[in-house]
């Protein structure tokens, strides 16, 4: 069965950083393209960054040149560290996998970016 489980959020000042961290069971990371999407009250969900392999990495332009997403396999994590967070950047985020045509979330960790 697949399963993801985020950590890692909480509340952090404005310019601060935090690690996400996910979790994966039924399933090899090295296997499939892991994402971060996160959804802000009253807005659509936002894909953040996509890994495939070490060197196969992408981001999406609001986190872009602040954030790294990286795999470990060993663990069958995934984790997105984001530096000088924004208040604009208050949202659940999540980690996905698109297995054999279905898209498995987790339950998101909330990051709250304030003073």
């Known amino acids: 069965q697949v399963q993801l489980v985020e950590s890692g959020g909480g509340l952090v000042q404005p310019g601060g950083s935090l690690r996400l961290s996910c979790a994966a069971s039924g399933f090899a990371v090295s296997t499939y393209a892991m994402s971060w999407v996160r959804q802000a009250p009253g807005k659509e969900r936002e894909l953040l960054s996509t890994?495939?392999?070490?060197?196969?990495?992408g981001y999406g332009d609001s986190v872009k040149g602040r954030s790294t997403i990286s795999r470990d396999d060993a663990n069958n994590m995934i984790y997105l560290q984001i530096n000088n967070l924004r208040p604009e950047d208050t949202a659940v985020y999540y980690c996905n996998v698109l297995i054999s045509g279905d898209f498995h979330w987790g339950p998101g960790t909330q990051v709250t970016v304030s003073t």
């Open positions: 890994i495939l392999s070490s060197t196969k990495t």
